[in-house]
């Protein structure tokens, strides 16, 4: 099993409708998660962070599930320059030579359409 | 500027030849981080540095080698024995304690 799975996509979806993607991860003991945003043929960039409560950022929400290891990133009111790949990233638990270590899932690909 | 710099952005190479993409960061970062990504796949990692004079394999490592002799610089060596060295390389650097990591701009190799 990998250590992070994304649905690729890719999701073709209209203005102002609301997309979800999940990401599961197969490490129990990984305490950071992220979102990143990556544009075509650009450096990826970081979107929000998710945290165990849960957390909003405008139109984006982001959740943690740790009992079924997901997270999933929610876009309401899509925006034409929303189009991107979204990546999930796992950060491993504290302590150990895997500390520092980031593994990004293969990246959910997004097209708003007029 | 505060930030992490690769150079070259292209890089065309013949088979068979070892190339080195630079990597620099700035920012007084720990841990450093080199990806490699294909069309329409994700970024897998290759090596990972969290202090100088150390570092980590990752997920494909082979074929590759790296130094981290300066906390700034993580330089990546492609040599002749890896077999699709075709590819968008990136590296990123952070803060272990924080959340954040930053992309260079990436390097695109093309092996001819």
């Known amino acids: 099993r990998k250590e992070v799975e994304q649905d690729p996509g890719p999701f073709n979806v209209p203005e102002g409708a609301t997309v979800a993607f999940n990401c599961t991860y197969s490490n129990s003991a990984s305490q950071s998660f992220f979102w990143y945003r990556q544009d075509c043929r650009k450096e990826p960039k970081l979107l929000m962070s998710?945290?165990?409560s849960g957390n909003e950022d405008g139109r984006f929400t982001a959740q943690l599930n740790r009992a079924s290891q997901y997270i999933s990133l929610l876009i309401r009111d899509s925006k034409l320059s929303d189009s991107a790949t979204y990546l999930c990233v796992v950060n491993p638990s504290a302590g150990g030579t895997s500390y520092g270590k980031l593994t990004f899932g293969q990246g959910t690909i997004l097209t708003v359409h007029p | 500027d505060g930030g992490i710099t690769q150079s070259p952005k292209y890089l065309f190479r013949k088979e068979g030849q070892n190339v080195t993409l630079s990597c620099e960061q700035n920012l007084n970062h720990d841990a450093m981080y080199w990806y490699r990504q294909d069309p329409g796949q994700g970024l897998r990692l290759i090596y990972y540095s969290q202090i100088v004079n150390d570092f980590q394999k990752g997920d494909i490592a082979e074929g590759y080698s790296v130094s981290r002799e300066k906390k700034e610089s993580f330089p990546l060596t492609v040599t002749s024995a890896q077999k699709n060295p075709t590819a968008f390389y990136l590296c990123?650097?952070?803060?272990?304690?924080?959340?954040?990591?930053?992309f260079g701009q990436g390097t695109r190799l093309t092996v001819v």
């Open positions: 998710v945290y165990s």
């Open positions: 990123a650097s952070r803060h272990l304690w924080s959340t954040e990591a930053f």
